[in-house]
Structure formats: structure tokens, C-alpha cells
């Protein structure tokens, strides 16, 4: 497949505004994966990107959960890129095993705490934010709070954004390759 919005290939090919924020990816993660690249032809866009997950990086919702999240998200979008880009980091960044990632995609998790959360997040995405009553007392029952959940949401729209960016650009998969769920 190939790529259909631009993607640069170095950081010092992009629009000026984008440079130093391409930079502090690479400083950060040593790399500067395609979705950054790609997002880098609106400046803008990546500034809000990179503003919106720092600050839920810095929220109450463990790095796990919030991986299991946007491998859920990945699947219901059928967003390869992410897909592979959050098996990788669940793997080597959460520390989730094959079966939890496994679980993830298929909108579950092995830690009941988590299990609900997830739960929760396929919810507002399926339901387009229409939740039940009861699944939101689901959600809390569990141990979240309203901040928490808050920041569910926040992530489900994030990863939705994410996904459909790389569903319309047809990024490149610069991960391992996740492979399709197990029957």
C-alpha cells in the first residue's frame, strides 16, 4: 500500500514550525516514527498532538491502561499502524504480554481493574459517547473516579484521531507488523 498524504524523510525536510517539535520526539524516543512525520505537514496539528498526549502522559491512568485502551481502539478503527506502533509499545514500554494484547484488541483485559476500564473505553467509542447508566457505574465500581474516566474519554478521542489519520494517509507501518487476531 502506499502512503497518500506526504510523509517526510527527515526532520529538516519539514515545515520550519514542525522541526523542533520532530526534534524533541527523537530526543525522547530515539526515533521519530511516520506518524509524527506524516502529521508534521500541519505544524499545528502535531503542536496539539504532542500537547494533548504529554498532558494525558502526566494523568492518573497507568502507561498499561492507556496502551491497552489504543490497542482497543486500533481494532474497532481496523488501524493497522497503530495496531503494530501499540503492540510494539505494549510490549516493550507496558510490559503487556501477547495474551493481554491479545485481550486488548478484542476489547478485554486480563486485570479486572483494566478489564474495566477497556470495557469502557470500546463502549464511548461504539456508542459514540451514548453510555449507559450502568456502564458507567461499571466504570466506577471498578475504582475510577470521575477524573479517570474523564481521561478514558480524552484517550478513546485521541486514539480515534490517531487511527483515522493513519486510515486515511495509509501511513507506513515503520513497527513490526502486529499480526490479525487469533481465532
Known sequence: MTTRLHTFAAIDTAPAAAQPLLKAVEAQIGSVPNLFRTVASSPAALEGYLG?????????????????????????????????????????VAKLDAAEIQANRQGRSGDAKAHAAVQFAVAVATQRGRVADAELAAVRAAGYDDAQIVEIVQHVALNVWTNYLNNVARTDIDFPAALPLAA
Not at 498526549?53 to 486500533?74: F, H, Q, V
Not at 478503527?77 to 497503530?82: E, F, I, K, L, V
Open 52 to 92: 494533548m498526549s504529554g498532558a494525558l502522559a502526566k494523568g492518573r491512568l497507568p502507561a498499561a491502561t492507556r496502551e491497552r485502551i489504543a490497542l482497543a481502539m486500533a481494532q474497532i478503527n481496523g488501524c493497522d499502524y497503530c495496531l503494530s506502533a501499540h503492540s510494539y509499545l505494549g510490549t516493550h
